[in-house]
């Protein structure tokens, strides 16, 4: 009898599968890249629910079991660049609750399902998306711009730029921005911007920073959907990779300054889809890393996809040392 441990079924590099995946979504939702930090003494995560077009939050005592989900940023009716709210981007600094969100939009949503709204505009490459920014004290109650922060103004960037990550670095006393450009759908590639107050952006001249390795099979359509920690002298990016529009993988890569000479990890893709049947035998997107210190291991939390559901499950890897397995 073949004897194996369903949890590592699509793992590398020393990470598994929590065994009691989703922790996020029901069968037919759809919960999505998300952003987890420690608020007091419980975790908040901030997450994308297409189903309202909005991002929501919810919180967690141990990081695997989540409570009851509260919409926290919806679009608002009067503003034409927000139709669909989602990847949000969290920096908690000097008391204030700092977020960077993508907005998309089709001239659909809210009018038909959104389903049909998303594959119309993909059909039709019609879809636009940007990057906006709100603040809060508490998390909860936030305030936004008028206008977006960051907009497609490059070649490359074609008409969408969404799923912010952030850094701040204390040194420069500056925000790092790593975005996602290109195609609408699922963008094309990752590019690179600095800010002294998260509004105001100045990008990489040397943007687009990181774009797909065409002799991957499992990033040779688009890489896109990152996290950027720095850790041990690195800047470590976990991204998607996408094989094409619809098959998707989690890898890692590393560079010294964080925009150019990656390296990318010898076991990519580090996260695949689980077996046939499973609620993540799809597709796997979005990562998220939060380092667990009281059980020193990290936890990714993805996006998997089977058909229109898309839920948030979670996988471990104990140690800090997740490059080396």
Partial sequence: MLNYDPCTI???AGWRK???????????????????????DKLRMYFSWRTHYSIAYTESEDGLHWGE???VLSPRQDISWEEDLNRPAIDYRNGVFHMWYSSQTTGGFNK???????MEASKEDKGGSVIGYAWSRD????????EPVVVPDCTWEKRSLMCPTILWDQKKEIYKLWYCGGGWFEPDAIGYAESKDGIVWEKCGKNPVFTPDKKNLWERAHVAGCQVIQMDGWYYMFYIGYEDLFKARICLARSKDGVSGWERHPM????????????DCESIYKPFLYFDEDQDRWLMYF?????????I??????GRDFWNG
């Fill in 69 to 71: 989900r509260h919409v």
């Fill in 139 to 146: 998390g909860i109650f936030w305030e936004r711009l008028e």
């Fill in 268 to 279: 990519n893709p580090i996260i695949s889809a689980g077996l046939p049947g499973a609620w």
């Fill in 10 to 12: 699509g793992c590398q």
């Fill in 18 to 40: 929590y065994e009691h995946n989703p922790v996020l979504g029901d069968s037919g939702d759809f919960c999505f890249d998300n952003h987890v930090l420690k608020v007091g």
């Fill in 313 to 318: 499950g979670i996988a471990i890897h104990n």
């Fill in 112 to 118: 038909r399902k959104w389903v049909d709204s998303y």
């Fill in 303 to 311: 996006n998997a996809r089977t058909g229109t559901t898309e839920r």
